[in-house]
């Protein structure tokens, strides 16, 4: 079982930044589609990026491009999640997921759907809160 612990949430300043992480363990991580979802009070999960496993493809959505930046550390078994340029509406609880793609297409196609419904694996979140 594929086990994610999500740290480096904190309190931010509007224009700020942070780098959040993503630690795994059980498994190699580069086997693994890795997406980063955020919720707020009231609001559904939302997808803010995803990594594909064997091209390392990324994708963001409208929202956070430019701004966000997911990379991955093989050697450390961790995945990262830059926030630059933080605004108030990326205050939200920080998860990340990972599922194991079933084939090169299965790879892409999950990035590009963005949906938590195709992660199997989470960590237990992590808080971040953008205000002044």
């Known amino acids: 079982h594929l086990r994610l612990v999500e740290s480096g949430g904190g309190l931010v300043q509007p224009g700020g930044s942070l780098r959040l992480s993503c630690a795994a363990s059980g498994y190699t991580i580069d086997d693994y589609v890795i997406g980063w979802f955020r919720q707020a009070p009231g609001k559904e999960r939302e997808g803010v990026s995803c990594?594909?496993?064997?091209?390392?493809?990324?994708d963001y959505p409208d929202s956070v491009k430019g701004r966000f930046t997911i990379s991955r550390d093989n050697a450390r078994n961790t995945v990262y999640l830059q926030m630059n340029s933080l605004k108030p509406e990326d205050t939200a609880v920080y998860y990340c997921?990972?599922?194991?793609?079933?084939?090169?297409?299965?790879?892409?196609?999950?990035?590009?759907?963005?949906?938590?419904?195709?992660?199997?694996?989470w960590g237990q979140g992590t808080q971040v809160t953008v205000s002044s």
């Open positions: 990594m594909a496993s064997r091209s390392g493809t990324t």
């Open positions: 997921a990972a599922v194991r793609p079933r084939s090169l297409i299965h790879d892409v196609a999950i990035c590009i759907s963005n949906s938590a419904d195709d992660f199997d694996s």
